[in-house]
């Protein structure tokens, strides 16, 4: 309908209009709107309990909008560098249609001409490739959906790992935020947020060296499968420990935070030289509702640590004794089957001061065509530094322990490559048929 066919009131959040049968129950499925109220039944604001526009103002909690943005909005201060959290896309839909697009691709596979492995290989790559691109298109149409509701362009936002973005906005476009559906926790001050590479240190290894794969969504109807703990154990070889001083720029807040005012504060941290680490590692693995490998995250103590797939018990042992002598690494990881099994084998660190962590993908000849998420409980003694660099190495194995190439592609493109090769140098050309292609 046109906004012209609508009254909007300008002290209060409400809207009169008339709706057809499908605009009424369109309205009403809407998470912004909070109630439909028939005009006959309504009388004034405050006898339906609506608060006015500048009620987020008056009376705005400390958890949605933070004491120090608040005092500058209250200063008259009207363009705030702040950052805020939003709620990551919903997977479901996507999820759905890799897997119908998945089986549709599968059944196109002439099986005259691919063995089952390169059917299941090829079609695991393809759900892989699809997944990326459709989690990639609805997480840029989120972003622009929150752009455009504050009134802003994409281009002015720095979007941080998953769900951060950091812009300058207006007492007014902070306040929409706070009303917002997709806000997840609160808005604060930019400089009260401060990430690792704010004080150049890298807590996780960039992208580009972390070796995982974007994994297919892919749902069963088989019964649920609950989540299984494992526990393993390695011990640190006789290596020499040295201590380093390193001075940052501290608050005592619940986030990393920092300003350039204030005080700083020096403290010790332990660096291992290169060899084995002990560690001691609970896993759980079940189904998620958001199947993407995340980089490891460090934890100092519980009280933002997530529960994964393990058991009340286990989480409990998390406690202020245990961050006494030791630090977490949690890592959640994908397969694009449940029938594979991750293990962490070692947790190493090389001579460059790199931590790595091997983690074992098992992969059994038959596969089932459901999603699995692992989380990763790895408990490390506490000198592991607050700028250690920490890389996930993935490795693939079959049934029997075997490692599997790690190149992602099948036996049998490796033997087409390596017969090209001969075969361009000899004059020939070779070529490989399939339904209505040729390569």
């Given amino acids: 309908m046109e906004k012209e066919n609508c009254t909007f009131d300008s002290v209060y959040p409400v809207v009169q209009c008339s709706l057809t049968e499908e605009q009424l129950q369109a309205a009403e499925s809407m998470a912004s709107v909070a109630r439909v109220i028939p005009l006959d039944a309504w009388t004034t604001p405050e006898d339906a309990g609506v608060q006015p526009f500048d009620y987020i103002a008056q009376s705005v909690p400390s958890s949605v909008i933070s004491d120090k943005l608040m005092a500058q909005i209250n200063a008259g201060k009207q363009a705030i560098e702040v950052t805020m959290l939003y709620k990551d896309i919903d997977l479901s839909d996507i999820i759905e249609e890799v897997r119908q697009k998945g089986e549709a691709y599968e059944n196109s596979l002439d099986s005259n001409i691919y063995t089952p492995d390169e059917i299941n290989e090829m079609t695991g790559a393809y759900k892989e490739k699809l997944n990326a691109e459709l989690v990639a298109a609805a997480t840029a149409a989120r972003q622009k959906e929150i752009c455009d509701s504050l009134g802003i362009a994409v281009e002015d936002v720095t979007f941080v790992g998953i769900t951060r973005m950091i812009c300058t906005l207006t007492p007014e476009q902070i306040h929409k935020a706070a009303e917002s559906d997709w806000l997840y926790k609160g808005i604060t001050l930019r400089e009260e947020f401060v990430s690792s590479d704010d004080l150049g240190l890298v807590t996780t290894a960039p992208a580009d060296e972390i070796t995982t794969t974007e994994t297919s969504a892919v749902t069963t109807a088989s019964s649920t499968e609950k989540p299984t703990v494992t526990t393993t154990e390695t011990f640190l070889t006789e290596e020499s420990v040295t201590t380093t001083e390193t001075t940052v720029t501290i608050t005592t807040t619940t986030t990393a935070e920092t300003t350039a005012t204030e005080t700083t504060t020096t403290t010790t941290e332990t660096a ?168």
């Fill in 272 to 439: 291992v030289s290169s060899g084995n680490i002990e560690f001691h590692v609970v896993s759980g693995h079940g189904w998620d509702t958001d199947y993407r490998n995340e980089s490891p995250a460090v934890y100092r103590d519980a009280e933002n640590l997530p529960q994964s797939f393990i058991s009340d018990e286990d989480y409990a042992k998390y406690d202020t004794a245990f961050f006494e002598n030791h630090a977490l690494i949690y890592l959640k990881l994908a397969e694009p089957s449940g029938s594979i099994t991750e293990t962490v084998k070692s947790v190493t660190v090389d001579e460059s001061g790199t931590w790595h962590i091997t983690v074992e993908s098992r992969i059994p000849d038959n596969q089932t065509a459901d999603m699995m998420a692992w989380a990763h409980y790895i408990a490390v003694p506490s000198t592991l530094p607050d700028d250690a660099k920490i890389i996930v190495d993935r490795v693939k194995t079959d049934a029997d322990g075997n490692q599997l190439p790690q190149t992602g592609y099948s036996n049998f493109y490796k033997t087409i490559v390596e017969l090209a090769a001969l075969m361009v140098a000899g004059g020939v050309t070779l070529v490989v048929k399939y339904k209505k292609e040729s390569k």
